[in-house]
């Protein structure tokens, strides 16, 4: 899907979901169009051209994971985002930094499994179906015999055809079936590390879970969740699992997305002690990830040196340059994300597809109540959350989370009861409504008690 874009297009797709910060935007952009640029390329040159990975440097709130996630779901690229500080719970290194590539390449199989369903869909609900039929109306002892004759035969046949008309027009979703399911459990006792099972060598993973024998269990539940359980197994027994592997290693090499957050909490001073050891030994094994190895998974190798790598962090007390020289080479492209103003509030209440102010009036219309916001209670909402964010803790766009649902806290306890009610929302209504917040101390940290002081 990326090559059928062009890095304007991908900048104005994500436009309808972040606002501003259009300097990330570009290099994203440009990053997944190179990508497309590659293929294109001599096989004797492709293999020499790396990705440009990417450091975004801005305080929470403005945008940097929804940027990546928003990317990625618009090439369709399998994406994992993780926590650099998870890598430093444990010991000195943590968890297996090689991890988050198993996890990459397990979000590729999910995806690929999507896909591969889809192609096998109609043939999955044909037996889905016959298998529910047999289920209803199981054959008799005398079955031979029956075929033998003609008319039982018929009027077999008949009465699973009214069956199956039932059945499509669901008409026997309520009824109780009995099926069988089969279940093959991981060895717990086995796999029971401190680490958990990712710390394993996944061939050994592999091999224990192999050992372990299949087990049938009947279970009765209705037929609409029989249905969604059978149609699972006969999809399971279509689909080429080892299709599935191959796709999934291939498009994880060359289109995989890593998103590795709170990079700045690895900073550490050279030869440090304590904390800064741990810090330290994490960006170290980091770097041939980044870099480009080969990390054994369950489903085969798999070589990092093609996925895209983005990193972000407010680096408030430190900067890039705080990283291991070396880490710092493998992003060569860093970008700064602004904080927000009054106007890019103004803007995230209502421009995006999935802006506040939208999402806040379809949930009350699910209850019959109309809401409006008039543009004066726009501006109000943007002032609050700019002045909160300024006077307290920088949260960014996330304060404006907080406000609506205090706006709307009365409006969505007693929705139930006012269905067929139209509510008009404007500043006089928002003012009101958060005048208990700006005065109460005990919400301080969200900074409200200080928009008072500002006012005087």
């Not at 090689?98 to 889809?118: F, G, K, N, P």
């Not at 086995?190 to 224990?208: C, I, K, R």
């Not at 999935?354 to 009350?364: H, P, R, T």
């Not at 943007?382 to 307290?392: D, E, I, K, P, V």
Request: hydrophobic share 35%.
């Amino acid at each position: 899907m990326s090559k059928e874009l062009t890095p304007r297009e991908i900048v104005e797709a994500l436009d309808r979901y972040i606002v501003g910060q259009q300097e990330a935007k570009r290099a994203v952009a440009v990053a997944i169009r190179n990508r497309w640029r590659r293929q294109q390329l001599p096989d004797s040159l492709r293999d020499e051209v790396g990705p440009k990975n990417i450091i975004m440097v801005g305080p929470t709130g403005v945008g940097k994971t929804e940027i990546a996630r928003r990317l990625a779901n618009l090439v369709n690229a399998p994406f994992v985002k993780v926590e650099a500080t998870k890598y430093t719970e444990v010991g000195y290194h943590g968890r297996d930094v090689e991890s988050m590539i198993r996890d990459l390449l397990d979000r590729a199989i999910q995806m690929v499994r999507a896909e591969q369903t889809e192609v096998v869909r109609a043939e999955a609900e044909r037996l889905t179906e016959e298998r529910l039929l047999d289920i209803l109306m199981p054959p008799g002892r005398d079955a031979p015999d029956e075929a033998a004759d003609g008319e039982t035969a018929q009027r077999r046949h008949r009465s699973r055809e009214k069956l199956r008309a039932q059945l499509r027009a669901g008409e026997l979703d309520d009824r109780m079936v009995d099926i069988s399911i089969e279940h093959k459990g991981p060895p717990v006792g086995m796999f029971a590390t401190v680490g958990g099972t990712d710390q394993l060598d996944p061939e050994l993973q592999s091999f224990l879970e192999r050992l372990m024998p299949s087990q049938v269990k009947a279970r009765r539940m209705p037929l609409r969740e029989a249905r969604r359980v059978l149609f699972e197994q006969q999809c399971d027994a279509l689909i080429d699992r080892d299709k599935v592997s191959e796709l999934a290693v291939r498009r994880t090499e060359s289109g995989g997305i890593l998103f590795i957050d709170e990079l700045d909490k690895l900073c550490g001073g050279e030869g440090g002690h304590g904390p800064d050891v741990s810090r330290q030994g994490v960006q170290r094994d980091l770097l041939p990830v980044v870099e480009g190895c080969t990390v054994s998974t369950r489903y085969g190798p798999v070589r990092t040196d093609h996925i895209l790598c983005i990193a972000a962090g407010a680096f408030s007390r430190s900067s890039p340059n705080d990283l291991m020289p070396e880490l710092q080479g493998r992003f060569p492209i860093r970008v700064e994300l602004g904080d927000l103003t009054k106007e890019d509030f103004r803007r995230i209440l209502t421009e995006p597809e999935n802006a506040v102010v939208k999402q806040q009036i379809a949930l009350m219309g699910t209850e019959g109540v109309r809401v409006e916001f008039t543009d004066d209670a726009i501006d109000e909402m943007a002032s609050l959350a700019y002045q909160a964010n300024r006077s307290g803790q920088n949260i960014g766009a996330r304060r404006l989370h907080t406000i609506s649902e205090k706006l709307l806290e009365d409006l969505s306890f007693s929705a139930p009861e006012r269905g067929g009610e139209s509510v008009v929302i404007d500043a006089e209504y928002v003012r009101d409504r958060l005048a208990d917040i700006m005065k109460n101390e005990e919400i301080g940290r969200f900074g409200f008690h200080s928009l008072r002081e500002e006012e005087k």
